[in-house]
Structure formats: C-alpha cells, structure tokens
T-cell receptor
Framework: EDQVTQSPEALRLQEGESSSLNCSYT??????LFWYRQDPGKGPEFLFT???AGEEKEKERLKATLTKKESFLHITAPKPEDSATYLC????????????FGQGTELSVKP | EAGVAQSPRYKIIEKRQSVAFWCNPI?????LYWYQQILGQGPKLLIQ????????DSQLPKDRFSAERLKGVDSTLKIQPAKLEDSAVYLC?????????????FGPGTRLLVL
C-alpha cells in the first residue's frame, strides 16, 4: 500500500535556526513527490515537485531533496512568515493523478 | 491568472441534512479533484474528473456523497445525508498536463461542520 509519513508532527524554531523536515514514502512506481505549504484557513500552496532520486530544488529559504525512500525540506535561517504546515505528497504511475499526502509538519518560527 | 474558486467558504449543518459545494477550476485545466481534509490530517482524494468524465471515485462514499462536472468546467460535490464524521475541509484542485507532470493547484476549501 502506498504510504507517506512526515516527521516531526510539529517543530518550533527560533528565527534564524535552520532545520529539516522529513517525508518518508513507500510507493509502487514514483511519478513525482510534491511539497505544499498550507496556512491556517487556506488551501495547500504548491512549492516543489521532485521526480527522481538525487534531485534538488530551491526557493528562497527552502530546499527540497529526494532519495529513493525519503525527501527532506531544509529551511535555512527561517523567518516568522515561514510558519505554516508543510505537506508532502506522492503520485504513483499506476494511480492516475491521485496525490497521497502525509499528515503534515506544523512549523512555528518565533522571533 | 485567477486561482481555483470555491463556495461557500463555511457551512454549518445538522446531521442528516444535505449540503452542496461548488468549485470553479483554473481556466483551461482539464482535470479536477475533490479532496477531504480532516483536522490534523493530510488531504484524501474523494473523486477525480478528466473533463466531465470520472477517472477515480474509489474512495467516495457513494451511499451519501455524489459529484458531477457538467460541461467539463465547474463541479459540485453533494453530501446527503450528512454525518458527524463528515466535518472536514473539502478542497477542490485542478491541473493540466505540462510535458511530463501535472501540478495540482488547490482552492481555499469549504469548511463543513456537522452538528
């Protein structure tokens, strides 16, 4: 069964304190791994798509990496505005466009 | 470019009542999805449309949930009768095939509370 597990469930950082979020997955034929950001009361906002092991993508203070079993979202020198829930999702070749999501990591960055 | 639109944004009903949600996808996006997000969990797919045809409705509770996408654009999701466990955020997403990957863009969601 295709599955996505994110850790930690919640992460509290001080402004400027770098850290990483983990997304472990099992999927029969990975078509793509997606990272989304979700603010309270809003829908998920697309951040990155990763297609193959070894791939990396960056956007401002965020950098996503992918291996055959997991993905990391590295946050460098975070700011309070980076506070949100970060969702990881996988898409498999044999399941159309369906995204299978993890439960998310709730990030809080204090000034 | 306008994003995915959903209405209403909030809805409170009593159990056994019926409710309907509406979604207008991004212009030109052929694929439309409805997801259910229970508090503290990630979204879970309910149904996927390609134009006005159903691609995947394997996780849609068909005894009480129904969805349609007339003319391949707007879509409605209906619950009848609602149960307490249907309290959740209902997210609509749309996508188009760009070379090798379809990126799904989400609307703001409809927050449903069943009392």
């Amino acid at each position: 069964e295709d599955q996505v597990t994110q850790s930690p469930e919640a992460l509290r950082l001080q402004e400027g304190e770098s850290s990483s979020l983990n997304c472990s997955y099992t999927v029969s034929g990975l078509r793509g791994l997606f990272w989304y950001r979700q603010d309270p009361g809003k829908g998920p906002e697309f951040l990155f798509t990763l297609y193959s092991a070894g791939e990396e993508k960056e956007k401002e203070r965020l950098k996503a990496t992918l291996t055959k079993k997991e993905s990391f979202l590295h946050i460098t020198a975070p700011k309070p505005e980076d506070s949100a829930t970060y969702l990881c999702a996988v898409q498999a070749y044999n399941q159309g466009g369906k995204l299978i999501f993890g439960q998310g990591t709730e990030l809080s960055v204090k000034p | 470019e306008a994003g995915v639109a959903q209405s209403p944004r909030y809805k409170i009903i009593e159990k056994r009542q019926s409710v309907a949600f509406w979604c207008n996808p991004i212009s030109g996006h052929a694929t439309l999805y409805w997801y259910q997000q229970i508090l503290g969990q990630g979204p879970k797919l309910l149904i996927q449309f390609q134009n006005n045809g159903v691609v995947d409705d394997s996780q849609l509770p068909k005894d009480r949930f129904s969805a349609e996408r007339l003319k391949g654009v707007d879509s409605t999701l209906k619950i009848q009768p609602a149960k307490l466990e249907d309290s959740a955020v209902y997210l609509c997403a749309s996508s188009f095939l760009d070379r090798v990957m379809e990126t799904q863009y989400f609307g703001p969601g409809t927050r449903l509370l069943v009392l």
